[in-house]
């Protein structure tokens, strides 16, 4: 998880491509211990933020271990630049028993956006924070 307020200049496109683990900025990472091969994993993503202006478009991507593209993706426009609350969750069968990495990468398809606050301050303390949560299903 991270409470700390990030200016995010990556950029995913927002076309019919399959986002690439280059795209966006990493914003997020966690690692999970999988019992077996059959094991699914359930991914959830929370990510508070702003978009520096409305033509911009919100792509959110995940990613597992060293996998190129994406394994799931999300993407939103926001109407308008006030803060925001963005949900993502997906499940994924990795065929692993151990040690998996999964990562979340963010971007717009141009401009800036920013997590935990907007172009100017974080809110709420820190309170309010982007996160990832892995749980394993048997």
């Known amino acids: ?17 399959v986002p690439q683990n280059t795209g966006g900025d990493e914003i997020l990472s966690a ?7 059959s094991s699914k994993v359930n991914i959830a993503v929370h990510v508070n933020g ?10 959110l ?3 597992r271990d060293s ?4 394994i799931g993706a999300a993407f939103h426009r926001p109407p308008s ?18 040690a998996v990495t999964y990562k979340v ?17 974080r809110y709420l303390g820190g309170a309010a924070k982007c996160t990832l949560v892995l749980t394993e299903s048997l």
């Open 31 to 37: 690692s999970i211990t999988l019992a077996s091969t």
């Open 1 to 17: 998880e991270t409470a700390t307020k990030t200016t995010v200049t990556g950029t995913i496109p927002i076309t019919d491509a």
């Open 67 to 70: 996998v190129v593209n994406s």
């Open 50 to 59: 702003s978009v520096a202006s409305v033509s911009n478009w919100v792509i």
């Open 81 to 98: 630049v006030e803060l925001q609350q963005w949900d993502f969750s997906m499940q994924d069968a990795p065929a692993i028993a151990g």
């Open 105 to 121: 990468r963010i971007g717009t398809n141009s401009g800036n956006m920013y997590l935990n606050g907007d172009s100017v301050a």
């Open 61 to 63: 991507a995940v990613f």
